[in-house]
Protein backbone atom coordinates (compact mmCIF):
# COMPACT_ATOMS: atom_id res chain seq x y z
CA UNK A 1 0.00 0.00 0.00
CA UNK A 2 1.14 3.57 -0.94
CA UNK A 3 2.07 5.80 2.45
CA UNK A 4 3.73 8.75 3.24
CA UNK A 5 7.17 8.89 3.66
CA UNK A 6 9.40 11.79 5.02
CA UNK A 7 11.35 12.85 2.31
CA UNK A 8 14.21 15.53 2.11
CA UNK A 9 13.69 18.92 -0.51
CA UNK A 10 16.83 18.74 -2.35
CA UNK A 11 16.56 21.70 -4.00
CA UNK A 12 13.78 24.58 -4.91
CA UNK A 13 13.91 26.46 -8.21
CA UNK A 14 11.41 29.32 -9.95
CA UNK A 15 10.09 28.26 -13.15
CA UNK A 16 7.74 31.27 -13.45
CA UNK A 17 7.26 34.03 -10.67
CA UNK A 18 4.23 32.47 -9.61
CA UNK A 19 5.47 28.73 -9.11
CA UNK A 20 8.10 26.55 -7.12
CA UNK A 21 9.87 23.68 -8.75
CA UNK A 22 10.77 21.22 -5.67
CA UNK A 23 13.10 18.39 -6.03
CA UNK A 24 13.36 15.41 -3.44
CA UNK A 25 15.99 13.56 -2.11
CA UNK A 26 15.10 9.82 -2.31
CA UNK A 27 17.17 7.81 0.17
CA UNK A 28 18.18 4.28 -1.79
CA UNK A 29 15.72 2.17 0.40
CA UNK A 30 12.95 4.22 -1.38
CA UNK A 31 14.12 4.23 -4.50
CA UNK A 32 12.31 1.49 -6.33
CA UNK A 33 8.85 2.81 -4.01
CA UNK A 34 9.63 6.02 -5.72
CA UNK A 35 10.13 4.81 -9.45
CA UNK A 36 7.32 6.61 -11.45
CA UNK A 37 5.61 6.67 -15.13
CA UNK A 38 5.16 9.66 -17.00
CA UNK A 39 1.97 11.60 -16.10
CA UNK A 40 1.92 10.36 -12.52
CA UNK A 41 1.66 12.75 -9.60
CA UNK A 42 2.53 12.62 -5.88
CA UNK A 43 0.61 13.31 -2.94
CA UNK A 44 2.32 16.12 -0.34
CA UNK A 45 1.19 16.51 3.33
CA UNK A 46 2.39 19.25 5.65
CA UNK A 47 1.07 20.55 9.25
CA UNK A 48 0.25 24.21 8.37
CA UNK A 49 -0.61 26.31 11.10
CA UNK A 50 -2.16 22.67 12.82
CA UNK A 51 -3.67 21.53 10.32
CA UNK A 52 -2.88 18.69 8.49
CA UNK A 53 -2.87 19.90 4.55
CA UNK A 54 -2.74 17.54 1.25
CA UNK A 55 -1.87 18.34 -2.38
CA UNK A 56 -1.37 16.27 -5.28
CA UNK A 57 1.12 17.95 -7.90
CA UNK A 58 2.21 16.22 -11.20
CA UNK A 59 5.60 15.37 -11.55
CA UNK A 60 7.74 17.57 -14.60
CA UNK A 61 10.45 15.25 -14.99
CA UNK A 62 11.30 11.91 -16.96
CA UNK A 63 11.14 8.87 -15.50
CA UNK A 64 14.62 8.20 -17.18
CA UNK A 65 16.02 10.56 -15.44
CA UNK A 66 16.82 10.10 -11.66
CA UNK A 67 14.94 13.26 -10.66
CA UNK A 68 11.93 13.51 -8.50
CA UNK A 69 10.28 16.92 -8.93
CA UNK A 70 6.76 18.67 -8.82
CA UNK A 71 5.84 22.15 -9.65
CA UNK A 72 3.34 23.99 -7.53
CA UNK A 73 1.55 26.89 -8.99
CA UNK A 74 0.55 29.54 -6.33
CA UNK A 75 -3.13 29.73 -6.48
CA UNK A 76 -4.76 32.93 -5.07
CA UNK A 77 -5.67 31.85 -1.25
CA UNK A 78 -4.15 28.21 -1.67
CA UNK A 79 -3.04 27.17 1.37
CA UNK A 80 -0.31 24.58 0.61
CA UNK A 81 0.85 26.12 -2.51
CA UNK A 82 1.24 29.52 -1.08
CA UNK A 83 3.54 27.75 1.80
CA UNK A 84 5.16 26.03 -0.45
CA UNK A 85 6.00 29.09 -2.76
CA UNK A 86 6.88 31.63 0.23
CA UNK A 87 8.40 28.84 2.89
CA UNK A 88 9.66 25.86 1.29
CA UNK A 89 13.49 25.40 1.58
CA UNK A 90 16.02 22.71 0.56
CA UNK A 91 16.94 20.78 3.72
CA UNK A 92 12.97 20.95 4.90
CA UNK A 93 11.19 17.82 5.73
CA UNK A 94 7.65 17.02 3.79
CA UNK A 95 5.65 14.06 3.89
CA UNK A 96 5.35 12.04 0.05
CA UNK A 97 3.47 9.52 -0.64
CA UNK A 98 4.74 7.12 -3.83
CA UNK A 99 4.02 8.40 -7.22
CA UNK A 100 0.68 7.24 -8.56
CA UNK A 101 -2.15 8.39 -10.95
CA UNK A 102 -3.01 6.78 -14.39
CA UNK A 103 -2.57 9.87 -16.83
CA UNK A 104 -0.23 7.92 -19.31
CA UNK A 105 -0.09 5.61 -22.35
CA UNK A 106 2.11 2.45 -22.51
CA UNK A 107 5.15 3.56 -24.37
CA UNK A 108 7.47 1.38 -26.87
CA UNK A 109 10.42 2.07 -28.76
CA UNK A 110 9.07 0.48 -32.21
CA UNK A 111 5.89 2.22 -31.97
CA UNK A 112 5.29 5.13 -34.55
CA UNK A 113 2.69 7.21 -32.72
CA UNK A 114 0.92 10.40 -33.66
CA UNK A 115 0.63 12.33 -29.77
CA UNK A 116 -1.00 15.60 -29.90
CA UNK A 117 -1.59 17.43 -26.29
CA UNK A 118 -3.91 20.61 -25.57
CA UNK A 119 -2.56 21.80 -22.27
CA UNK A 120 -3.22 25.52 -20.40
CA UNK A 121 -0.85 27.15 -17.66
CA UNK A 122 0.32 24.46 -14.70
CA UNK A 123 -1.27 22.01 -16.77
CA UNK A 124 1.95 21.61 -18.92
CA UNK A 125 3.34 19.71 -15.69
CA UNK A 126 2.36 15.94 -16.53
CA UNK A 127 2.16 16.76 -20.54
CA UNK A 128 6.22 17.85 -20.07
CA UNK A 129 7.12 14.61 -18.41
CA UNK A 130 4.91 12.87 -21.26
CA UNK A 131 6.57 14.31 -24.27
CA UNK A 132 10.41 14.15 -23.38
CA UNK A 133 9.54 10.42 -21.99
CA UNK A 134 7.87 9.77 -25.49
CA UNK A 135 10.15 11.62 -27.65
CA UNK A 136 13.03 9.93 -25.68
CA UNK A 137 11.49 6.09 -26.01
CA UNK A 138 10.19 6.33 -29.15
CA UNK A 139 12.26 7.23 -31.82
CA UNK A 140 9.82 7.60 -34.68
CA UNK A 141 6.71 8.88 -32.62
CA UNK A 142 6.26 12.65 -32.92
CA UNK A 143 4.44 15.14 -30.01
CA UNK A 144 2.26 18.12 -31.48
CA UNK A 145 1.94 20.64 -28.12
CA UNK A 146 -0.54 23.67 -27.89
CA UNK A 147 0.19 25.40 -24.98
CA UNK A 148 -2.07 28.21 -23.47
CA UNK A 149 -0.80 30.85 -21.19
CA UNK A 150 -1.68 34.68 -19.98
CA UNK A 151 1.49 36.27 -21.37
CA UNK A 152 5.00 34.53 -22.48
CA UNK A 153 6.57 35.57 -18.55
CA UNK A 154 4.07 33.25 -17.16
CA UNK A 155 5.08 30.36 -19.41
CA UNK A 156 6.34 27.65 -16.99
CA UNK A 157 9.30 25.38 -18.71
CA UNK A 158 9.89 27.47 -21.65
CA UNK A 159 13.06 27.31 -22.16
CA UNK A 160 12.78 23.49 -21.63
CA UNK A 161 10.42 23.22 -24.21
CA UNK A 162 12.64 25.24 -26.50
CA UNK A 163 15.49 22.73 -25.78
CA UNK A 164 13.18 20.08 -26.35
CA UNK A 165 12.39 21.29 -29.55
CA UNK A 166 15.83 21.57 -30.97
CA UNK A 167 16.73 18.44 -29.71
CA UNK A 168 13.91 16.30 -31.05
CA UNK A 169 13.78 18.39 -34.24
CA UNK A 170 10.92 17.60 -36.89
CA UNK A 171 9.82 15.36 -33.80
CA UNK A 172 8.43 18.30 -31.41
CA UNK A 173 5.82 20.41 -32.87
CA UNK A 174 4.93 23.65 -30.79
CA UNK A 175 2.70 26.05 -30.51
CA UNK A 176 1.69 29.07 -27.89
CA UNK A 177 -1.62 30.47 -27.32
CA UNK A 178 -1.44 33.35 -25.33
CA UNK A 179 -4.37 35.36 -23.64
CA UNK A 180 -3.02 38.92 -22.72
CA UNK A 181 -0.34 39.14 -25.18
CA UNK A 182 -0.74 39.90 -29.28
CA UNK A 183 1.25 37.63 -31.61
CA UNK A 184 1.24 37.39 -35.33
CA UNK A 185 -1.05 35.05 -36.24
CA UNK A 186 -4.69 35.70 -34.92
CA UNK A 187 -5.02 32.00 -34.38
CA UNK A 188 -2.64 32.34 -31.47
CA UNK A 189 -4.28 35.12 -29.50
CA UNK A 190 -6.62 34.09 -27.12
CA UNK A 191 -7.62 30.82 -25.23
CA UNK A 192 -7.76 26.97 -26.45
CA UNK A 193 -11.62 26.70 -27.11
CA UNK A 194 -14.02 24.56 -29.63
CA UNK A 195 -13.46 26.74 -32.64
CA UNK A 196 -9.64 26.83 -32.27
CA UNK A 197 -9.16 22.61 -31.85
CA UNK A 198 -11.45 22.40 -34.79
CA UNK A 199 -8.63 24.72 -36.79
CA UNK A 200 -5.53 23.42 -35.19
CA UNK A 201 -7.22 19.91 -36.68
CA UNK A 202 -7.46 21.56 -39.96
CA UNK A 203 -4.12 22.83 -40.06
CA UNK A 204 -1.45 21.03 -37.95
CA UNK A 205 -2.99 17.18 -37.26
CA UNK A 206 -5.33 15.19 -38.67
CA UNK A 207 -7.65 14.08 -35.64
CA UNK A 208 -7.52 10.35 -37.52
CA UNK A 209 -4.45 9.56 -37.91
CA UNK A 210 -3.66 11.25 -34.43
CA UNK A 211 -2.69 7.82 -31.75
CA UNK A 212 -3.36 9.90 -28.37
CA UNK A 213 -4.55 13.18 -27.24
CA UNK A 214 -3.55 14.22 -23.79
CA UNK A 215 -5.05 17.76 -22.07
CA UNK A 216 -4.61 18.76 -18.48
CA UNK A 217 -5.66 22.54 -17.40
CA UNK A 218 -8.28 24.58 -17.00
CA UNK A 219 -12.44 22.14 -16.84
CA UNK A 220 -13.66 24.77 -19.43
CA UNK A 221 -10.33 23.87 -21.71
CA UNK A 222 -10.26 20.66 -21.48
CA UNK A 223 -14.76 20.18 -21.90
CA UNK A 224 -14.12 21.53 -24.98
CA UNK A 225 -10.83 19.01 -26.36
CA UNK A 226 -13.17 16.25 -25.18
CA UNK A 227 -16.47 17.50 -26.87
CA UNK A 228 -14.52 18.97 -30.19
CA UNK A 229 -12.57 15.36 -30.74
CA UNK A 230 -15.77 13.84 -30.61
CA UNK A 231 -17.91 15.79 -32.89
CA UNK A 232 -14.55 15.01 -35.17
CA UNK A 233 -15.24 10.89 -34.73
CA UNK A 234 -11.86 10.65 -32.26
CA UNK A 235 -12.52 7.69 -30.31
CA UNK A 236 -13.20 8.66 -26.38
CA UNK A 237 -10.79 5.71 -25.10
CA UNK A 238 -7.93 8.00 -26.91
CA UNK A 239 -8.28 11.02 -25.05
CA UNK A 240 -6.74 10.83 -22.05
CA UNK A 241 -7.60 14.07 -19.44
CA UNK A 242 -5.80 15.01 -16.22
CA UNK A 243 -8.28 17.33 -13.76
CA UNK A 244 -6.33 19.37 -11.41
CA UNK A 245 -9.00 20.18 -9.21
CA UNK A 246 -12.58 19.61 -8.18
CA UNK A 247 -14.45 19.86 -11.16
CA UNK A 248 -16.93 22.95 -11.30
CA UNK A 249 -18.29 22.80 -14.65
CA UNK A 250 -19.90 20.01 -16.98
CA UNK A 251 -16.80 17.54 -16.84
CA UNK A 252 -19.06 15.20 -14.63
CA UNK A 253 -22.32 15.79 -16.45
CA UNK A 254 -22.71 11.84 -16.49
CA UNK A 255 -22.07 11.54 -13.10
CA UNK A 256 -25.03 11.05 -10.73
CA UNK A 257 -25.84 13.56 -8.14
CA UNK A 258 -27.55 12.33 -5.24
CA UNK A 259 -28.83 12.94 -2.41
CA UNK A 260 -27.58 9.66 0.22
CA UNK A 261 -29.46 7.65 1.97
CA UNK A 262 -28.30 6.40 5.32
CA UNK A 263 -26.83 2.92 4.72
CA UNK A 264 -26.24 0.24 6.79
CA UNK A 265 -23.16 -2.52 6.18
CA UNK A 266 -20.51 -4.16 7.96
CA UNK A 267 -16.58 -2.52 6.10
CA UNK A 268 -13.51 -4.67 6.66
CA UNK A 269 -10.83 -2.43 5.26
CA UNK A 270 -7.14 -4.36 4.65
CA UNK A 271 -3.71 -1.96 4.50
CA UNK A 272 -0.47 -3.21 4.98
CA UNK A 273 -1.76 -7.16 5.53
CA UNK A 274 -3.72 -6.16 8.36
CA UNK A 275 -7.79 -5.79 8.37
CA UNK A 276 -10.15 -3.75 10.58
CA UNK A 277 -13.80 -4.58 10.63
CA UNK A 278 -15.67 -1.58 11.25
CA UNK A 279 -19.97 -1.05 11.36
CA UNK A 280 -21.48 1.94 8.70
CA UNK A 281 -24.75 3.35 9.75
CA UNK A 282 -23.77 6.48 7.88
CA UNK A 283 -24.21 9.03 4.62
CA UNK A 284 -20.77 9.43 5.16
CA UNK A 285 -18.19 7.90 2.52
CA UNK A 286 -16.13 4.62 3.43
CA UNK A 287 -12.89 6.41 3.61
CA UNK A 288 -14.52 9.26 6.46
CA UNK A 289 -16.27 6.38 8.53
CA UNK A 290 -12.97 4.71 7.94
CA UNK A 291 -11.26 7.53 9.58
CA UNK A 292 -13.49 7.49 12.77
CA UNK A 293 -12.71 4.20 13.41
CA UNK A 294 -9.24 4.52 13.67
CA UNK A 295 -8.45 3.45 10.18
CA UNK A 296 -5.30 6.18 8.94
CA UNK A 297 -6.36 5.72 5.15
CA UNK A 298 -4.42 7.76 2.14
CA UNK A 299 -6.18 10.30 0.65
CA UNK A 300 -5.56 13.91 -0.53
CA UNK A 301 -8.12 15.57 -2.64
CA UNK A 302 -11.56 13.71 -1.36
CA UNK A 303 -13.13 15.02 -4.64
CA UNK A 304 -12.42 12.15 -6.65
CA UNK A 305 -9.98 13.43 -8.34
CA UNK A 306 -6.58 12.18 -7.12
CA UNK A 307 -6.99 8.49 -6.58
CA UNK A 308 -4.98 8.68 -3.49
CA UNK A 309 -7.68 7.25 -1.73
CA UNK A 310 -8.07 3.76 -4.46
CA UNK A 311 -9.12 0.46 -3.06
CA UNK A 312 -10.17 -2.99 -4.99
CA UNK A 313 -13.35 -4.35 -3.92
CA UNK A 314 -12.81 -7.57 -2.85
CA UNK A 315 -16.67 -8.39 -1.36
CA UNK A 316 -19.79 -6.77 -2.08
CA UNK A 317 -20.52 -4.16 -4.05
CA UNK A 318 -20.28 -0.26 -3.68
CA UNK A 319 -21.68 3.01 -4.82
CA UNK A 320 -19.18 5.30 -6.49
CA UNK A 321 -20.79 9.02 -6.81
CA UNK A 322 -17.83 11.24 -8.42
CA UNK A 323 -14.93 9.42 -10.70
CA UNK A 324 -11.92 11.75 -12.25
CA UNK A 325 -9.58 9.39 -11.79
CA UNK A 326 -9.90 6.27 -12.45
CA UNK A 327 -9.70 4.53 -16.07
CA UNK A 328 -12.61 2.20 -17.36
CA UNK A 329 -10.03 -0.94 -17.50
CA UNK A 330 -9.32 -0.36 -13.67
CA UNK A 331 -13.05 -0.20 -12.47
CA UNK A 332 -13.20 -2.99 -14.45
CA UNK A 333 -10.67 -4.55 -12.10
CA UNK A 334 -12.66 -3.98 -9.38
CA UNK A 335 -11.16 -0.41 -8.08
CA UNK A 336 -12.69 2.60 -6.80
CA UNK A 337 -12.16 5.58 -4.95
CA UNK A 338 -13.12 5.41 -1.34
CA UNK A 339 -13.73 8.67 -0.38
CA UNK A 340 -16.65 8.39 -3.13
CA UNK A 341 -17.71 5.48 -2.23
CA UNK A 342 -21.14 4.15 0.08
CA UNK A 343 -21.59 0.63 0.83
CA UNK A 344 -24.21 -1.45 -1.46
CA UNK A 345 -24.25 -4.45 -0.05
CA UNK A 346 -24.26 -6.08 3.99
CA UNK A 347 -20.75 -6.78 3.62
CA UNK A 348 -17.98 -4.75 1.65
CA UNK A 349 -14.60 -5.73 2.04
CA UNK A 350 -11.78 -3.49 0.46
CA UNK A 351 -8.01 -4.24 -0.13
CA UNK A 352 -6.15 -0.76 0.14
CA UNK A 353 -2.84 -3.00 -0.83
CA UNK A 354 -3.54 -2.84 -4.49
S1 LIG B 1 -8.91 11.38 -2.02
FE1 LIG B 1 -8.63 12.11 -4.07
S2 LIG B 1 -9.91 10.73 -5.21
FE2 LIG B 1 -10.30 10.19 -3.16
Redesign the pocket.
Known amino acids: MAKFHTLTIKSISRPTEESVAISFDIPTDLKNEFRFIQGQHLTLKKDIDGEDTRR?YSLCTCPLDDDLTVVVKKLKGGRFSTYANEEFKPGDEIEVMPPHGSFYTELDPENEKTYVAFVAGSGITPVISILETTLRSEPKSEFILFYGNRKTSTIIFQERLEALKNKFLGRLSLYHILDEERQESDLFNGMIDDEKIRVFANVFFDPQKTDEFFTCGPEPMMLAVRDTLKNLGVNEKKVHLELFTSPVGKLGTTQKEVEHQEAHSEITVVLDGNSITFPYDSKESI?DVAFQNGADLP???????????VAKVEEGEVDMEINY?LEPDELERGLV????SRPKTDKVKLSFDV
Open positions: TLYACKGGVCSTCALTCQ
